[in-house]
């Protein structure tokens, strides 16, 4: 089945540790995201990537990092800048950019002790 | 820029109860517009969307029509059941290139038996 596989589902980092969470899609999509889940705040959009080799910062891109160097994955890094890394992280994609309907993974919580 | 207003939750209701959920948006242009559900632990899903003003997207018993006049798309339902609660957010699309899905906060929705 086609669909969008985040890992690891849970996840626990000690201050000053980087972490990467993994975001792998097989619906040959061309667009992915990375979006950030806060209680009361929605869905805040960090990095997304049109095309492979290139991606652009969202609303809230400091203290993250990604790559695309594969059109089936979009890792995502939570540096040690980031100061309030706790929440939980949701990859998407999509056809295109522009067409709107994403598809979702399940989600990775981070939790910083 | 454009932007997603929703009704702020939660929402309680008993099951059979009419739900509505509301959304406005402000848009330059003339956007699509999606409406999103998550269940616990989940990732979104995309529930109904409407591309046009005057559209109605409709999906499991669930309805959205796209007004232009009054900017909005609220959802409804005309008989909830427990397996509907969730976080339900609105979201518009732009359409233009290089932009990413726009999302309101998210509405939480609780049906009791």
């Known amino acids: 089945d086609g669909g969008i596989t985040q890992s690891p589902k849970y996840l626990f980092r000690k201050e000053g540790q980087n972490v990467t969470l993994s975001c792998e899609q097989n619906?040959?999509?061309?667009?992915m995201y990375w979006y950030r889940q806060d209680p009361g705040q929605g869905l805040r959009l960090i990095y997304y990537?049109?095309?492979?080799?290139?991606?652009q910062k969202g609303d809230i891109a400091e203290g993250y990092s990604v790559s695309r160097e594969k059109k089936e994955s979009f890792p995502l890094t939570v540096t040690s800048a980031q100061k309030n890394p706790t929440a939980f992280y949701l990859c998407a994609s999509s056809i295109g950019l522009v067409t709107g309907e994403l598809f979702f993974g399940e989600g990775s919580r981070l939790t910083v002790l | 820029g454009d932007s997603v207003t929703q009704m702020e939750g939660p929402v309680t209701l008993s099951e059979e109860a009419f739900l509505t959920i509301n959304c406005t948006y402000t848009?330059?242009?003339?956007?699509?517009l999606f409406w999103y559900v998550q269940y616990p632990g989940e990732g979104l899903q995309l529930l109904l969307k409407?591309?046009?003003?005057?559209d109605k997207g409709s999906n499991k018993g669930f309805e959205a029509t796209y007004r232009k006049e009054t900017t909005s798309f609220h959802l409804e339902k005309g008989s909830v059941q427990v397996s509907d609660s969730a976080v339900y957010f609105c979201a518009l699309s732009d359409n233009q290139a290089g932009t990413a899905l726009i999302f309101g906060k998210g509405t939480t929705l609780s049906v009791s038996s």
């Open positions: 619906l040959n999509h061309d667009a």
């Open positions: 990537s049109q095309i492979v080799n290139d991606f």
């Open positions: 409407a591309t046009k003003a005057d």
């Open positions: 848009a330059t242009g003339y956007p699509s």
